[in-house]
T-cell receptor, first 112, second 111 residues
Framework: NAGVTQTPKFQVLKTGQSMTLQCAQD?????MSWYRQDPGMGLRLIHY???????DQGEVPNGYNVSRSTTEDFPLRLLSAAPSQTSVYFC???????????FGSGTRLTVV | LAKTTQPISMDSYEGQEVNITCSHN???????ITWYQQFPSQGPRFIIQ???TKVTNEVASLFIPADRKSSTLSLPRVSLSDTAVYYC????????????FGTGTKLQVIP
């Protein structure tokens, strides 16, 4: 089925480790975003992209890097994991001419 | 970006109509209003969008008054499966936009 695919679904990291959360969409959407959601809170924007080769920071970018080499993929890299990065991460995409985002099913990350 | 304000939570009995109101006093002329639904352990799902007046789809209706400083999501005859968090967002029309979510309204449907 078409949509946004996130991998892995669950991950446990030790403090200081690095990892990449994968996000891929097959809808040819221009816009892609990464959000984090902490318990009882809304979604906070980490980074976003308006097209291949173009990325920018959201509300909470510190500790994360992104790149967008293709339209389909938008990986999120944690440089040196910290317990404060324990959260659920959602990737989303949308077509430029519309307003509705399609979200992935999320990655639940625990940093110990 | 227009800031939005929603009630933190609402309760409703099954079969009732539920109205969730969102305030966005500083909405700009080119901004659109969008609503999302999120179930536990899932990503948000886009429900409906509108610019002014009323919009209806198979899931919900969206009422927007002439001054556009608020909007109301209406869910007809809710069921237990409508228990979720509902987010109101104001999105800039066209081009690039930086969309942020608030804390949403947690709707609990009671049997």
């Amino acid at each position: 089925n078409a949509g946004v695919t996130q991998t892995p679904k669950f991950q446990v990291l030790k403090t200081g480790q690095s990892m990449t959360l994968q996000c891929a969409q097959d809808m040819n959407h221009e816009y892609m975003s990464w959000y984090r959601q902490d318990p009882g809170m809304g979604l906070r924007l980490i980074h976003y992209s308006v097209g291949a080769g173009i990325t920018d920071q959201g509300e909470v970018p510190n500790g994360y890097n992104v790149s967008r080499s293709t339209t389909e993929d938008f990986p999120l890299r944690l440089l040196s994991a910290a317990p404060s990065q324990t959260s659920v991460y959602f990737c989303a995409s949308r077509r430029g001419s519309t307003y509705g985002y399609t979200f992935g099913s999320g990655t639940r990350l625990t940093v110990v | 970006l227009a800031k939005t304000t929603q009630p933190i939570s609402m309760d409703s009995y099954e079969g009732q109509e539920v109205n969730i109101t969102c305030s966005h006093n500083n909405i700009a002329t080119n901004d659109y209003i969008t609503w999302y639904q999120q179930f536990p352990s899932q990503g948000p799902r886009f429900i409906i969008q509108g610019y002014k007046t009323k919009v209806t789809n198979e899931v919900a209706s969206l009422f927007i008054p002439a001054d556009r400083k608020s909007s109301t999501l209406s869910l007809p005859r809710v069921s237990l499966s409508d228990t979720a968090v509902y987010y109101c967002l104001v999105a800039e029309a066209g081009g690039y936009q930086k969309v942020t979510f608030g804390t949403g309204t947690k709707l609990q449907v009671i049997p």
